[in-house]
């Protein structure tokens, strides 16, 4: 039996139906307040639990052979502490914001929660996506399209020429796969990016040909936008983006797939490939 968090997510969702295709018995451990209907139509076990609470973890993950840890990876420790010591492969997926230099919390959580993992000797492998994008809504590249779609004006803080290696999604659901069931891989981490990288300005006139728009890119002076951040934050609103995405957005996200593709046999497509499986005819 394949113990999967994070079922409902977009990723998981998508995990969870090609291992029961596959034929694997697949129990999900989903929140009590979470509507799991879709997942016990496919034939999944549902399991309710909250990591939040540290409430019916081991129900879900005690007696797996594979556990698949798609949740939050701040919530490590309880799956450490709740799955079984004779487990098989434990497949966790933190995140390549892990080695982002910007301060902010969120980066610690990833930081402190992947220490956790490299202290275990239980059969461990890592996994890093970048961002990952794909059909749907996947919080990313799909809000970028719509945007686009919406007004082709795109302000953007910065020179846009700061590197990005988005991931289809099917290729890290591969990875996945293929690290649950690869022998002699424990205790090894992967990063899990595109084929190849793309300044951001690429990636946004990439996004708008896919849909058939020019975006019209306004860049706008770092300093500028942060001042921004800073007054509408003193008003007492709310930005839809932080100061420490803005900053982000600064940073290169290039990453060497070389040890995915040799152990993982991990073959990513490129973004144009990526954009057309979405918004191609």
């Not at 914001?97 to 956790?116: G, I, K, N």
């Not at 996947?138 to 910065?158: E, F, H, K, Q």
């Not at 590197?163 to 891989?185: M, N, R």
């Not at 709310?238 to 593709?261: C, F, G, H, T």
Request: one cysteine or more; charged letters at 20%; a neutral charge.
């Amino acid at each position: 039996m394949i113990a999967v968090t994070g079922a409902t997510g977009y990723t998981g969702s998508l995990l969870v139906r090609r291992l029961l295709a596959e034929g694997e018995t697949v129990r999900c451990l989903v929140r009590p307040e979470t509507d799991a209907g879709t997942l016990e139509q496919l034939g999944a076990e549902v399991v309710r639990g909250d990591f939040e609470a540290s409430e019916g973890i081991g129900g879900a993950l005690g007696g797996a052979r594979i556990v698949l840890h798609l949740a939050s990876i701040r919530y490590v420790r309880s799956v450490l502490e709740s799955v079984d010591k004779t487990i098989e492969r434990l497949v966790l997926v933190s995140s390549l914001r892990r080695f982002s230099l910007v301060p902010d919390p969120t980066v610690d959580e990833v930081v402190a929660a992947e220490a956790l993992v490299l202290e275990s000797q239980l059969p461990w492998v890592l996994l890093r996506p970048s961002m990952i994008y794909g059909p749907g809504d996947d919080r990313n590249i799909s809000r970028l399209a719509t945007g686009l779609r919406r007004r082709r004006i795109l302000p953007i803080p910065g020179q846009g020429c700061y590197l990005h290696q988005p991931v289809y999604v099917e290729d890290v659901v591969a990875a996945i796969l293929a690290a649950a069931a690869k022998p002699d891989i424990d205790h090894r981490s992967y990063a899990l990016a595109g084929l190849e990288p793309l300044s951001y300005d690429a990636l946004v006139d990439a996004v708008g040909a896919a849909i058939g728009v020019r975006p019209f890119k306004i860049h706008l002076p770092l300093w500028l936008v942060l001042c921004g951040l800073g007054a509408a934050r003193g008003l007492g609103l709310r930005p839809a983006v932080d100061r420490a995405q803005v900053l982000r957005l600064q940073e290169d996200k290039a990453y060497s797939i070389a040890e995915a593709q040799t152990d993982l046999a991990y073959v990513p497509l490129a973004f144009a490939a990526g954009l057309n499986r979405i918004y191609g005819g």
